[in-house]
């Protein structure tokens, strides 16, 4: 009898607190929602958090704070989000460094992206495209590899640093293409592009809004873009998969993330706020003007993404011998 009525008693309490959580995700949100951006002002994390702010306030009916934490290749803010409480009113607009990348270049990391956090959604794509100085004879793909193997070691490449995505990506394609390209690091991104204007890098991996003006003014070549299918504002640009390199594929990307142990239906109300948001017009074509491809999906989607990125870059930087600076 004692063991019927403490079942009894345990299915109650399950249920109430069924009940409660039921009532707390129905109430959400009931006050402004904090969205974490590890990274300064001006970056293209920053762009996407500021143009998507004010039609995601509206949808989800509350203000949202946008918070910069910038330190560590975004760590320092995800792991901020991290130690949150996991209630939906403290998000992270992470990217492929912070949560991907970051895993492989450094030893220890204050949290772990697959397990600490709530996956959400992908929000956007940040496209990437390979330029050359003009004074490099070659005007494709093709012939930029042509060229490379004619001259091994002559070419060098620039990147923002030891484990940045131009760096592992520009690895991957050497790899994939059989070249040799010699790595100069930079200490961020504007001394690499002020190099590669005066023509003491011959190539360059990069964000295509940083890059592009550039190419408009005939000061770089534009040969590529890097994601698996051409950009939606420089549609006349072809892949690198699509040039020579089948397969090939360096998208910089940024996603939507908890604290691990969000509520289900709170985090399914932020992702379908997310994915409405996406699709109105005015949103995509100021996001696709600056270089961004609207994206989105399910959370389920967004986990196995973040887990095959981890995988992928990991084994890379190995690779490559990729070490954080």
């Known amino acids: 009898m004692r063991i019927r009525l403490s079942w009894a008693r345990l299915c109650v309490a399950v249920a109430g607190l069924l009940s409660v959580c039921s009532v707390l995700a129905q109430a959400y949100p009931s006050k402004s929602i904090r969205l974490v951006v590890p990274f300064p002002p001006g970056g293209a994390v920053d762009f996407y958090a500021r143009a998507v702010q004010p039609a995601l306030a509206e949808a989800l009916g509350q203000p949202v704070v946008i918070d910069n934490k910038a330190g560590a290749s975004g760590m320092l803010g995800a792991g901020i989000v991290a130690q949150s409480a996991p209630d939906g009113y403290t998000l992270l607009l992470g990217n492929i460094a912070s949560l991907a990348i970051n895993v492989g270049i450094y030893d220890k990391m204050p949290y772990d992206p697959r397990k600490d956090f709530t996956h959400i959604v992908r929000t956007v794509d940040v496209n990437y495209v390979l ?27 620039g990147s923002a640093g030891s484990g940045s995505l131009p760096h592992l990506g520009t690895e991957l394609l050497k790899a994939q293409a059989g070249i040799d ?9 504007g001394p690499m592009v002020t190099d590669a204007l005066g023509g003491q890098i011959q190539v360059v991996l ?8 550039h190419v408009q003014t005939g000061r770089l070549r534009a040969l590529a873009v890097a994601t698996t299918k ?7 640009i072809p892949t690198i998969a699509e040039s020579g390199l089948p397969g090939y594929d360096a998208t910089a990307w940024q996603g939507l993330v908890g604290p691990a142990g969000m ?33 989105g999906g399910t959370p389920a989607q967004f986990s196995r993404f973040i887990d095959s990125e981890i995988t992928k870059w990991t084994k890379i930087a190995k690779d490559v011998g990729a070490k954080a600076e």
Do not use: C
């Not at 390209?181 to 991104?189: C, Q, R």
């Not at 990069?206 to 003006?213: I, R």
């Open 230 to 236: 051409r950009s939606a504002n420089a549609a006349s």
């Open 206 to 213: 990069g964000d295509q809004a940083n890059l592009m003006p």
């Open 263 to 295: 509520n289900a239906e709170v985090v399914k109300k932020i992702n379908e706020a997310f994915n409405k948001v996406m699709v109105t017009p005015a949103l995509r074509d100021k996001l696709i003007a600056g270089g961004l491809d609207p994206m």
């Open 181 to 189: 390209l010699v790595h100069v690091p930079y200490k961020g991104g």
């Open 131 to 157: 330029v050359v100085h003009p004074s490099l004879p070659v005007k494709t793909f093709a012939e930029l590899v042509q060229y490379a193997k004619a001259n091994p070691g002559k070419l060098s490449y």
